[in-house]
């Protein structure tokens, strides 16, 4: 145990020298970066929600090299394969069959405007997410650890794009919105960008470290009353239960499913490590509520004729 507090001390220390060192390249955008930190040592996947320009490439780039990281970006379009992913086997020179590894083999994944393609190519993602391996001509191939796919999508440019399935939403731990910085983050982000200082990114962790971390996190206990209040609330999301709240069995079709009771107590835990607690507490639980609820409630026609959000629906049921 005394091995697992010194660990979890190490940890808050590393966590503020990595938030400092990205803190060097992405102006702003804290809960953003707080929110891909906590998934990435909770072992999970994000998918960051944003218009245009908020940085959403850049926080994840710099993420990679703080963390030593290999990183690999792929644009999703309408003509993207599954073999453009996983890669695929070729007749080499000496007439027999070679795998050619895609872009998927690396530590961190940009699926970048994931939405953009169909979803056939988009459940090539699916294995990988899950099970950390690529299956190509019936060989199993075993993904790099730790291992992450960020997904990016554009909340404002509907044309053109395809509605992720929920079985492959629901592999994403978090699904992260990022808003627009304040006045004084955007005079920053300006100085910064049209100057001719340069910013590199030091590496603070390493890949040992970060599995050390992640197995560090599965080790903090839980107390009984966090699970229940987690699990109660994952209830309370679903229509004709006896835990649903009125607003949900008004506005919710479907609500979600158990691997977000898995997810809060994850998320809780390393949120509580990340700031200076041995155990999460019911507060941890509703810091993360939001990014783990927000893509596994699906609204009804009446709450999308009268526009209301998702994360309205949360607080209420708060």
């Known amino acids: 145990m005394s091995e697992v507090v010194a660990l979890a001390q190490a940890f808050q220390n590393d966590i503020k020298r990595l938030k400092a060192e990205i803190g060097k390249t992405v102006i702003g955008q804290d809960d953003a970066v707080n929110a891909v930190l906590n998934c990435i040592f909770s072992n999970g996947h994000a998918l960051l929600l944003g218009v245009p320009g908020l940085a959403k490439t850049l926080l994840i780039k710099t993420v990679s090299t703080a963390l030593d990281l290999s990183y690999n970006r792929i644009q999703f379009t309408p003509d993207l394969m599954p073999s453009d992913i996983t890669g ?84 994403f731990m978090f699904n992260i919105v990022l808003d627009y910085p304040s006045i004084e983050e955007e005079k920053a982000i300006v100085n910064l960008t049209t100057g001719n200082q340069n910013s590199t990114t030091e590496i603070i962790l390493t890949k040992a470290q970060i599995i050390a971390y992640q197995n560090v996190i599965k080790q903090i206990p839980v107390a009984d009353n966090v699970v229940d209040y987690a699990v ?45 607690k041995l155990s999460p507490d019911i507060e941890d639980v509703q810091a993360v509520s939001k990014m783990v609820l927000r893509h596994r409630i699906v609204k009804n026609y009446q709450a999308e004729a009268e526009n209301i959000s998702t994360d309205s629906i949360i607080e209420k049921i708060l």
Do not use: C, W
């Open 88 to 171: 695929a086997e070729i007749l080499n020179e000496e007439r027999k069959f070679s795998f050619i590894k895609g872009p998927i083999f690396a530590n961190i994944i940009l699926a970048d405007e994931i939405n953009r393609t169909p979803p056939k190519t988009q459940s090539a993602l699916l294995e990988a997410m899950q099970e950390k391996t690529v299956t190509v001509a019936g060989k199993n191939f075993k993904l790099d650890e730790p291992f992450f796919v960020l997904a990016t999508q554009n909340p404002i440019e509907q044309e053109g794009t395809y509605n992720l399935p929920e079985a492959q939403l629901d592999r």
């Open 232 to 276: 109660r609330l994952v209830a309370k999301t679903r229509i004709g239960r006896p835990e649903s709240v009125p607003i949900v069995n008004e506005l919710v079709a479907y609500g979600a499913g158990p691997r977000a009771s898995q997810y809060l107590i994850l998320g809780a835990k390393t949120h509580a490590l990340m700031n200076g």
